[in-house]
C-alpha cells in the first residue's frame, strides 16, 4: 500500500506544474461549484500559461545564460561553483527520500492551520511543494535523520503559509490580485528584507521622494520608456557587456523585447484560468464562513505579469554578476537562475510599489545574502545533488544552488541541527526575526489602506 502512494506521489510529481496545476484546478473548480466544462476549460488555461512561461523561461535560460558565460570569462572572474538553478536543483529535491512524504505533509499542515484560523492560505501550488522538500533534503542529507527531514518540510510549511498572509495585501493593493497570495519561492522569503530597506529609505530626506519606475518614464521619454523599449535596451546592455558582436547584443535585446511584451499577456492567461475557482471559492467562504477572507496560494510566476518586475529582473543581472565579483570569498558563478531573477525579487517590487530605485537597494541586499548563504551551502547541495543521482561530477567537483540553496531558512534550520556555523546563523537569525516582525506590521498597515481603498470604492459605486 505504502509503494502505490509512493508512486502515484512520485507519478504526479513527475508529470511537472503545466500538467499538476490544471488538474488541481479543474477539480477544486468543480469543488467549489464551478460547472465541469468552465472548471476543465479553467485547467486548461491555467497549464496553457505554464507552457507559455516555460518557454520564455527556456528562452530567457538559451540566451541568457552564454552572456552571462561570456561577461563571465571576458572580466576574468575566478568563480569555480556553478550556480545550478532551480531547473537543476528541483529534480534532486524531488528524487530525495523526503519527497515521498513532502506532499501529503504539506497539504496536512495547510489544512490543520487553516481549521485553527492560524492561516487564510489555501495553497494549490503542489509543484512548489519541491521548495519544502528541499529543506527537509538537504537537513536529511547532512544529519541522516528523517525526522529531521519531515522536521525541515514541516517548519518550512508553516512559515511559508503565513508569508503568504502577509502579502496578501501587497498582492491586492499593488498587482491587483484580489483573494490570491504568493506563499512560495524566494520572493516570499526574502521579501522581509525589502521591508526594511523600505522603513529605512522613509526615513532619509531626499531619497525618500525619488520614485522611478516604468510608468514614469513612460510618461517622461515617450516610447523610449515602453516595455518593449527598455527590454530591448536591457538585452542589448548586457549583450554588450559580454561582447556580442552587433548582430548578437542586437538579437539578445530583440529576444528581451520579446520577453517584456509576452510575458504580462502569458500571465494573462493563468489569471483567466483562476478567476471562475477564486470567485467561487469567495462564493461559498462568505456562505459558509461569514464572509472571512481566503487567499488562493500560487506560484511567484504569477507576479511576471508586472513590467516593473520584468524590468528589475533584468536589470539585475548584471548587478547580480557584480555582487558575484565584490562579495569577499564567493566562489560560486550565478548561472542557472539569472534569467529568473525576477521570482526573486517580485515581491520586494509590489512592497515598494514599484518603485525601482528601491528596488535596487532591496534587490542588492536580497541578492548578496543569496549569494553569500549558497557558499555557505555548497558541500549540503552537492551531497544532495550526488546523493540522489541527478548529479555526477569529477572527483573535487561541486555544485551551488541560489534558488533555496541560498535562503535563511534551509540555512539556519540545517545548521542548527547539524550544530554548524553557530555564529553566522545567530546573526542571521536575529536580522530575519526582526525584519519578520516588521513585516507582519507593514501588512496590517497596508491591509488597512487596502481596506479603506475598498470602500472608497464601494462608495463611489
Not at 413 to 440: E, K, P, R
Amino acid at each position: 500500500m505504502l509503494d502505490g502512494a509512493i508512486f502515484t506521489i512520485k507519478y504526479i510529481i513527475d508529470m511537472g506544474a503545466s500538467v499538476m496545476l490544471p488538474i488541481i484546478i479543474a477539480i477544486l473548480s468543480i469543488v467549489v461549484g464551478v460547472g465541469p466544462g468552465k472548471a476543465v476549460r479553467a485547467g486548461l488555461m491555467i497549464g496553457v500559461g505554464f507552457v507559455g512561461l516555460n518557454l520564455i523561461v527556456t528562452l530567457m535560460n538559451d540566451q541568457l545564460g552564454p552572456a552571462a558565460q561570456a561577461m563571465s570569462e571576458r572580466f576574468g572572474l575566478s568563480l569555480t561553483i556553478i550556480d545550478q538553478g532551480w531547473p537543476g536543483i528541483s529534480p534532486a529535491a524531488w528524487a530525495s527520500q523526503i519527497a515521498y512524504v513532502a506532499i501529503p505533509l504539506a497539504v496536512a499542515i495547510n489544512v490543520v492551520m487553516l481549521l485553527l484560523k492560524l492561516t487564510k492560505v489555501v495553497n494549490v501550488d503542489i509543484w512548489n511543494i519541491w521548495h519544502f522538500t528541499f529543506t527537509g533534503a538537504i537537513a536529511y542529507v547532512v544529519t541522516g535523520n528523517y525526522w529531521i527531514g519531515m522536521l525541515g518540510v514541516a517548519i518550512h510549511a508553516i512559515v511559508a503559509y503565513k508569508l503568504g498572509d502577509i502579502w496578501a495585501p501587497v498582492m491586492e493593493e499593488y498587482f491587483e490580485l484580489d483573494g490570491i497570495t504568493v506563499p512560495h519561492g524566494d520572493s516570499a522569503f526574502m521579501g522581509p528584507y525589502a521591508v526594511c530597506v523600505d522603513w529605512l529609505i522613509d526615513r532619509i530626506p531626499v531619497l525618500r521622494d525619488v520614485d522611478i519606475n516604468a510608468d514614469t518614464l513612460q510618461e517622461k521619454i515617450g516610447v523610449f520608456g515602453e516595455p518593449v523599449v527598455i527590454g530591448f535596451a536591457l538585452g542589448a546592455i548586457i549583450g554588450l557587456l559580454a561582447g556580442y558582436d552587433v548582430a548578437g547584443f542586437l538579437k539578445l535585446g530583440v529576444n528581451m523585447a520579446a520577453v517584456m511584451v509576452l510575458m504580462p499577456k502569458i500571465v494573462k492567461c493563468i489569471m483567466d484560468g483562476l478567476m471562475p475557482l477564486t470567485e467561487s471559492a469567495k462564493k461559498v467562504m462568505n456562505e459558509r464562513f461569514g464572509g472571512e477572507q481566503y487567499y488562493i496560494g500560487l506560484d511567484p510566476a504569477i507576479l511576471l505579469g508586472d513590467s516593473q518586475v520584468v524590468t528589475a529582473g533584468l536589470i539585475f543581472i548584471p548587478i547580480t554578476l557584480l555582487l558575484a565579483i565584490i562579495i569577499p570569498g564567493n566562489r560560486v558563478l550565478p548561472f542557472g537562475d539569472l534569467a529568473t531573477i525576477g521570482f526573486f525579487i517580485a515581491i520586494a517590487v509590489g512592497i515598494h510599489k514599484g518603485n525601482l530605485f528601491r528596488t535596487l537597494f532591496s534587490g542588492t541586499l536580497i541578492m548578496s545574502i543569496i549569494i553569500w548563504i549558497a557558499n555557505q551551502t555548497v558541500d549540503w547541495v552537492t551531497a544532495l545533488g550526488t546523493s540522489t543521482g541527478i548529479f555526477t561530477l569529477a572527483p573535487g567537483a561541486q555544485i551551488a544552488a541560489l534558488d533555496q540553496g541560498g535562503w535563511p531558512i534551509t540555512y539556519v534550520f540545517t545548521s542548527i541541527c547539524s550544530m554548524q556555523n553557530l555564529v553566522s546563523v545567530i546573526l542571521i537569525t536575529g536580522s530575519y526575526v526582526a525584519c519578520l516582525v516588521m513585516s507582519v506590521r507593514f501588512s496590517k498597515r497596508r491591509a488597512a489602506e487596502v481596506a479603506v481603498a475598498r470602500k472608497d470604492e464601494d462608495d463611489e459605486l
